[in-house]
Every structure is written in C-alpha cells, then in structure tokens.
C-alpha cells in the first residue's frame, strides 16, 4: 500500500465523516440451536456508521399492493470495523432498509468506501 492510497482512504473518511448522517449498520447472527426452547437463537450485532445517500431512488412496485423505495449509501470503510454484507439492515431516518448489494471502492488493496444498495 502506497502513501497516496492512505490519503485516497483518509480522505474519504474524513468526507464522509463531515457529509455524513448518523446510521445503524445491524447483523443478526445464528448464535446455535438451543434444546431446552426447540428454537434457534440469534445474537444482533449493531455499529454505529455513518454514510451518504448517494441516490435518493425512486419507488419500484412490490409486486403487490405497496411499493419499495431503492436507495444507494456509501460508507466509509475501515473506520469501524464494520463490513457490510447483503441481508443486514442499515437504519436511518426512522426507516429500517434492508442491504440488498454491496460493491467496494478500492484504494490500493484496502477497501476505501462500501457502496450499498438497500431497499426500504
């Protein structure tokens, strides 16, 4: 990794730290099967990020009788510890959105910014 991937990595931390809104990154792991209640538990795990609504999509039908509203949020990768996948939630605005796709921006080999697609 070169000084100018640090600073490309830095830089958007900071962006992203100035620009950005408050959210909630929330992953809910199987924690095992437990006997006594014949259920399978789960442990949430949530990290306090924050990001960018980079696209304020438009609403696409649900198939049914709602809709759903397409957004894109990037964060900034590394300063959490966070490393968002599809099916966690990402929290914002009131509004719990589902992760539906994640691509990264390099600099270097590390990941400099997560581009999520998530879907209210």
């Known amino acids: ?5 640090e ?6 931390i900071r962006s992203i730290g100035r620009a950005g809104k408050a959210m909630v990154l929330r992953r809910v ?8 209640t014949g259920a399978a538990a789960e442990t949430t795990v949530e990290t306090a ?7 304020d999509g438009a609403e696409r039908p649900a198939g049914g009788a709602g809709s759903r509203r397409e957004r894109e949020v990037l964060l900034a990768a590394g300063t959490d510890g966070a490393e968002p996948a599809p ?3 990402l929290a914002f ?6 992760v539906v796709a994640v691509s990264s921006v390099y600099a270097g080999e590390r990941p400099a910014l997560h581009r999520l ?4």
């Open 87 to 89: 099916g966690d939630i």
């Open 1 to 5: 990794m070169t000084a100018f991937d």
């Open 49 to 55: 990020v924050r990001g960018v609504i980079a696209e």
């Open 93 to 98: 605005d009131g509004v719990e959105h589902r």
């Open 29 to 36: 792991l199987p924690a095992g099967y437990d006997p006594a």
């Open 7 to 12: 600073r490309a990595r830095a830089a958007a």
């Open 117 to 120: 697609r998530v879907r209210a």
